[in-house]
């Protein structure tokens, strides 16, 4: 009994034993899989090693280096490339629009390697090729012009008479350069201040039946011409409409003025008594200095009223002013009077140098100044000139001789002021050599009358009568006048105004060129 005890004792400890050591029961491999979920984190460290461990906290980022952990954590430049990539990816699972937020928290985390703030270039890249279309804006000002376009068709609409219907080639073509443009001169500029005074002797477009401004304007144009002026061209080629005569008082004054007079003088009173004619004006003619006294109450009253001394001044940079011809009716005056014509050549100078040197202590920064054409082709100095003073061609010598010492003198004087004001851009409109250019090469142009009048009296080859001017009775018109240079013997035609125009602009006909006035303003 006690040996049986004793084995059963000793089969309970192996038995117990067993019970409570199961590795000598079992298989090790059988039991691993209970153990799994335990063992499980062991095995993830070796794949993404521990450094990313921290970043492994959020569920998400364990299962993206599934896809591809080696290189987002390798060159850590391209992490940010795969954020963007997981969106596309990840869009299925309604989760990762909460991973999104981390994205933006990891350019917090980006910072601190230098790298990466490499990396985020990139995405500032993106607005750098936005600015374009900011840029474009910028850009759209310019071409658009239409801030600069609308006001022009204002006027347009106050006054519809004095604006042309026909488009020209020069439409626009600098249009936003300038906003105004203020012109002094005479006949060959004035749109209608000397009809609105009554002084004016010809008659003109007064009439229904005048044949002024028929070419263009169908209605009363107040131009001493069949149609436009060189001015209606400028303001034209700069998107602005016609300037309305100062003495038009309705008129709208936005976009600009012309105190130009037709028959304007720049003679004194005393040596005005001694001209061996007289023609265009009733009386003795206002001068010069009257457009420049108008110009002062202009600036005062209305260009610059309710500005500063300086807003004022910055105003006046957008200004355009245009000295036209000045003194060419006194030339034609003085042929067989007791006063020298280089003494009208001179006086001439003298007074349109006086307007330019006021323009500028008055603030204007960019002037055109035309000087005169070989008035001696005009039809009315060669009816006035004796067959032995005429050259070759028939103008009259002794009036161009003239002319050559005005232009002269002109020029010598604006150099002088370009120094003296470098800040201001003058610009010298040859219209000598424009004239001569068109004249010498008809052909070229179409024109098939270098001396006859368009409009005239037909008595001899000129067809010019100065006492039975345009519009008289027993004159008449001829059939284009785009083929005469001179309409009425005294003022060109439009077409002549036309080509002009081309010279100034396109043909090198300016000193310095027209494009100067542009290069230092930039289209609004």
């Known amino acids: ?212 401004g028929s070419t263009t304007f169908g209605k009363k144009s107040n131009r001493l011409s069949d149609g436009r002026l060189v001015i209606d061209f400028i303001t034209d080629a700069l998107g602005l409409p016609t300037l309305p005569p100062y003495k038009e008082t309705k008129a709208n004054f936005d976009n600009g003025v012309n105190f130009a007079i037709a028959g304007a003088t720049t003679l004194a009173n005393d040596l005005f008594s001694k001209l061996k004619r007289i023609f265009l004006w009733k009386g003795t003619p206002l001068g010069i200095m009257t457009e420049l006294d108008w110009y002062k109450k202009y600036q005062i009253d209305q260009l610059c009223k309710g500005l500063d001394q300086k807003a004022c001044a910055e105003k006046l940079k957008t200004v355009l002013f245009w000295v036209g011809e000045i003194g060419i009716n006194d030339f034609s005056r003085a042929v067989g009077s007791k006063i020298p014509l280089s003494s009208i050549a001179k006086s001439s100078v003298t007074y349109t140098v006086e307007l330019v040197r006021t323009l500028i202590r008055n603030g204007a920064k960019n002037i055109v100044v035309q000087g005169l054409p070989p008035l001696g082709c005009l039809p009315l100095d060669i009816s006035i000139t004796p067959l032995s003073l005429r050259d070759r061609s028939g103008c009259s010598q002794i009036v161009n001789a003239a002319v050559v010492i005005h232009n002269q003198i002109l020029q010598a004087k604006l150099e002088l002021y370009r120094k003296l004001f470098p800040d201001v851009t003058i610009i010298y409109a040859d219209s000598w050599k424009a004239f001569y250019a068109i004249r010498n090469n008809p052909q070229k142009y179409k024109i098939q009358e270098v001396n006859k009048t368009c409009c005239g009296f037909k008595q001899d080859d000129m067809n010019f009568n100065l006492q039975s001017l345009c519009g008289a009775s027993g004159t008449s018109i001829c059939d284009d006048p785009s083929k005469y240079i001179s309409w009425d013997g005294i003022h060109p035609t439009e077409s002549m105004n036309y080509h002009m125009t081309d010279q100034y602009i396109n043909h090198e006909c300016c000193n310095p060129p027209f494009q100067e006035l542009m290069k230092k303003k930039a289209p609004k």
């Open 1 to 212: 009994m006690t040996n049986f005890k004793c084995i059963s004792l000793l089969l309970a400890v192996v038995l117990v034993s067993l019970i409570l050591n199961p590795t000598f029961a079992h298989n090790p491999r059988h039991n691993r899989p209970p153990r799994d979920p335990k063992d499980c984190p062991p095995p993830i460290p070796k794949k993404t090693k521990p450094p990313r461990d921290p970043k492994d906290c959020p569920p998400p980022i364990p299962k993206v280096p599934k896809p591809k952990p080696p290189p987002a954590q390798d060159p850590p430049p391209p992490q940010d490339p795969p954020p963007p990539q997981e969106p596309k990816q990840d869009p299925p699972p309604p989760q990762e629009p909460k991973q999104d937020p981390p994205p933006p928290q990891e350019p917090k985390q980006d910072p601190p390697p230098p790298e990466e703030p490499k990396q985020e270039p990139p995405p500032p890249d993106e607005p750098k090729q936005e600015p374009p279309p900011p840029d474009e804006p910028k850009q759209d000002p310019p071409p658009p012009g239409e801030p600069t376009q609308d006001p022009p068709e204002e006027p347009k609409i106050v006054t519809p008479p004095n604006e042309p219907e026909k488009p020209t080639p020069f439409h626009n073509l600098y249009i936003g350069y300038f906003s105004i443009v203020i012109a002094f001169g005479d006949s060959y500029t004035d749109t209608g201040n000397a009809q609105h005074m009554g002084s004016i002797t010809i008659t003109t477009s007064e009439s229904s039946s005048s044949p002024y």
